[in-house]
Every structure is written in structure tokens, then in C-alpha cells.
């Protein structure tokens, strides 16, 4: 069963910078438009960001344009969230989840089909 496993989560001060990675058990990242989704203490889990499966198209949630990017690297099946400036209603964790199949992105829940088990992310003031 393919897997997606989540890193790079930890406590960081307000201002200061984090990189995700979301690493996938098979080749799926490469088959995949891929997001990333948060879900912070007592909120439902929203749209972060999200990367079409060519790379050539990407999405932000608007709090967060300016100051996080998403990449891939298909030839290591793996996904980035670089985070810079980081502010205390940052906190959450964030998963990594897999429009397996899918060229096109999606700011959904519903749009994807495979998710990983999450990394916190906290951010101090």
C-alpha cells in the first residue's frame, strides 16, 4: 500500500523557517498533483498550498503567499513546503496528500485520495 510520510515538522520562533518533505513509498509523487493541508488546534484542516503534477502550476492559500513554496523533485518521489516567516497562527500540523493519477491541482479535501499521517509544526511568539 503506498504511503506518505511527512518531516522537517518541530518548534520554531516567530520570523524563522522550516522545510517540509513529504516522501512517498512508491514512484506516486510522480504520477501525482500533490498539496499540502494544515489543520491548527481546534480549526478544521484547510488548504495550504498545492503543485500540478508537471510542476508548471501553483496554488497558494492567501496567508500564506509570499512566504511559503512548494516544489517536487519526481526523481526522489518527494515534495517540499518551504515555510519562511512564520507566524504563531501558523501552528498546526500539516499533512502532504496525493491527487494520485491527476495532472490538475486542487485547494479540496475531496480532491485527494491519499494522505499522510502529519508533521507539527509550532510556532512561537
Known amino acids: 500500500q503506498v504511503q506518505l510520510a511527512e518531516s522537517g515538522g518541530g518548534l520554531v520562533q516567530a520570523g524563522g523557517s522550516l522545510r517540509l518533505s513529504c516522501a512517498a513509498s512508491?514512484?506516486?509523487?510522480?504520477?501525482?498533483?500533490m498539496g499540502w493541508f494544515r489543520q491548527g488546534p481546534g480549526k478544521e484542516r484547510e488548504f495550504v498550498a498545492a503543485?500540478?503534477?508537471?510542476?508548471?502550476?501553483?496554488q497558494y492559500e492567501d496567508s500564506v503567499k509570499g512566504r511559503f513554496a512548494i516544489s517536487r523533485d519526481n526523481a526522489k518521489n518527494t515534495v517540499y513546503l518551504q515555510m519562511n516567516s512564520l507566524k504563531p497562527e501558523d501552528t498546526a500540523v500539516y499533512y502532504c496528500?496525493?491527487?494520485?493519477?491527476?495532472?490538475?491541482?486542487?485547494?479540496?479535501?475531496?480532491?485527494?485520495?491519499?494522505w499522510g499521517q502529519g508533521t507539527q509544526v509550532t510556532v512561537s511568539s
Open positions: 496528500a496525493a491527487r494520485v493519477g491527476y495532472y490538475s491541482t486542487s485547494v479540496s479535501i475531496s480532491g485527494y485520495d491519499l
Open positions: 503543485i500540478s503534477r508537471s510542476g508548471g502550476n501553483i
Open positions: 512508491r514512484r506516486t509523487v510522480g504520477n501525482s498533483a
